[in-house]
């Protein structure tokens, strides 16, 4: 076995705590910016709701002139145009009656607005991304083999996998407003990992010494980040739901700040074609975690903890996916689905790993 490198090794738990002091700054930014629009927001309506009464007075006036009120109906139709294009000028076709015309709709394109504090959020989360990279990248160094042979490994670079996968979704949709819960997340990883599943440089157990370590693990990592994006967004599907249900009844829009986030179908559209992907990888993780069993053990399945609980995630996720295509289960069902299975997945990497034992127990934690 190749010697531990004490040197590489600590080294990358110094980049793994500037890492975390970046997140933590790129969290702050996140929330700032979610802070900032929702004030810009109810200014807007302020003002919209004065311009929408002053027009009112001009069109009554007008009336009783005998002149036409055209311009007058312009100036009250204008919208509040803030946000990125398509979010918080018009309602898309699928939104909900009621939402006020300032939810997003389908497509979360970039708008022409410079939101300088967004910005800045997102280039702290590309360099706290770059310097956990390397963090994870000289601990593979320092065992000589890839870094994910415990819980503090999972942890460390599942989180990585999760600012990664947020961060190519944001070259193809503005999802700037997932940033507070999306690297909230990512830093309740990298604390947890650093705190109560710290665990210092080693060789791998026997069972782990394989191929099969770098095709199984990766893969269920590189899944759980999509499934951690999911969750984030049926979240907020279920807040936003409320929300237009709350305005379609005729009551006040309490939430301004959630004038930034897509309206909750289009939430749950999205949430639902990257679960899709997800489940695929998690199809595969289950496949070859039994293909690696059978040559570790010599069975392909032995109701091991771990291995009924990977099961478990599947099946809810294959529920979720079969309810939301062909039973109609869309709406707040849907997102509690979804919710569930990333509970499941949390439970499965965190509960499973340290307190049951079984043939999967490599947490290392107090090791």
């Given at each position: 076995m190749?010697?531990?490198?004490?040197?590489?090794?600590?080294?990358?738990?110094?980049?793994?705590?500037?890492?975390?002091?970046?997140?933590?700054?790129?969290?702050?930014?996140?929330?700032?910016?979610?802070?900032?629009?929702?004030?810009?927001?109810?200014?807007?309506?302020?003002?919209?709701?004065?311009?929408?009464?002053?027009?009112?007075?001009?069109?009554?006036?007008?009336?009783?002139?005998?002149?036409?009120?055209?311009?007058?109906?312009?100036?009250?139709?204008?919208?509040?145009?803030?946000?990125?294009?398509?979010?918080?000028?018009?309602?898309?076709?699928?939104?909900?009656?009621?939402?006020?015309?300032?939810?997003?709709g389908d497509s979360m394109r970039y708008?022409?607005?410079?939101?300088?504090?967004?910005?800045?959020?997102?280039?702290?989360?590309?360099?706290?991304?770059?310097?956990?990279?390397?963090?994870?990248?000289?601990?593979?160094?320092?065992?000589?083999?890839?870094?994910?042979?415990?819980?503090?490994?999972?942890?460390?670079?599942?989180?990585?996998?999760?600012?990664?996968?947020?961060?190519?979704?944001?070259?193809?949709?503005?999802?700037?407003?997932?940033?507070?819960?999306?690297?909230?997340?990512?830093?309740?990883?990298?604390?947890?990992?650093?705190?109560?599943?710290?665990?210092?440089?080693?060789?791998?157990?026997?069972?782990?010494?394989?191929?099969?370590?770098?095709i199984h693990v990766s893969i269920a990592v590189l899944s759980s980040a999509f499934f951690t994006l999911t969750f984030a967004m049926s979240v907020l599907q279920l807040f936003q739901s409320r929300r237009e249900a709350s305005i379609a009844s005729g009551k006040p829009d309490k939430f301004h700040v959630m004038r930034l986030v897509p309206n909750a179908l289009s939430l749950e559209n999205l949430s639902y074609r990257i679960n899709g992907i997800a489940f695929v990888g998690w199809t595969l993780t289950l496949m070859f975690g039994s293909i690696w069993a059978e040559k570790a053990w010599g069975r392909f399945w032995g109701w091991d903890t771990k291995e009924v609980w990977t099961f478990v995630i599947w099946v809810v996720y294959a529920g979720y996916l079969h309810a939301r295509a062909t039973k109609g289960w869309t709406g707040t069902r849907a997102a509690w689905l979804s919710i569930v299975g990333y509970l499941c997945v949390v439970f499965n990497f965190t509960i499973v790993n340290v307190y049951f034992s079984g043939l999967h127990s490599y947490a290392g934690v107090g090791s």
């Open positions: 190749p010697e531990i490198n004490q040197s590489f090794a600590l080294l990358s738990e110094r980049l793994m705590l500037l890492a975390g002091l970046a997140y933590a700054v790129a969290f702050c930014a996140y929330a700032w910016d979610l802070f900032t629009f929702s004030q810009a927001a109810k200014r807007g309506l302020a003002a919209d709701t004065r311009a929408t009464a002053v027009a009112a007075g001009v069109e009554k006036d007008a009336v009783l002139a005998g002149v036409g009120s055209g311009a007058a109906r312009g100036s009250a139709g204008q919208d509040l145009g803030a946000g990125p294009q398509d979010r918080g000028v018009r309602p898309s076709s699928k939104t909900h009656a009621g939402t006020d015309g300032v939810t997003a708008g022409k607005e410079r939101r300088v504090v967004a910005r800045v959020a997102v280039a702290l989360t590309i360099l706290a991304a770059v310097v956990q990279g390397f963090a994870v990248l000289f601990r593979g160094l320092a065992a000589g083999r890839v870094p994910w042979g415990n819980m503090y490994e999972f942890c460390t670079t599942g989180s990585f996998a999760v600012a990664v996968v947020f961060l190519l979704v944001l070259t193809r949709r503005d999802l700037r407003f997932l940033g507070t819960f999306v690297i909230g997340l990512v830093l309740v990883m990298v604390v947890a990992a650093s705190v109560a599943f710290w665990t210092p440089v080693g060789h791998l157990v026997p069972a782990l010494q394989s191929y099969w370590l770098v």
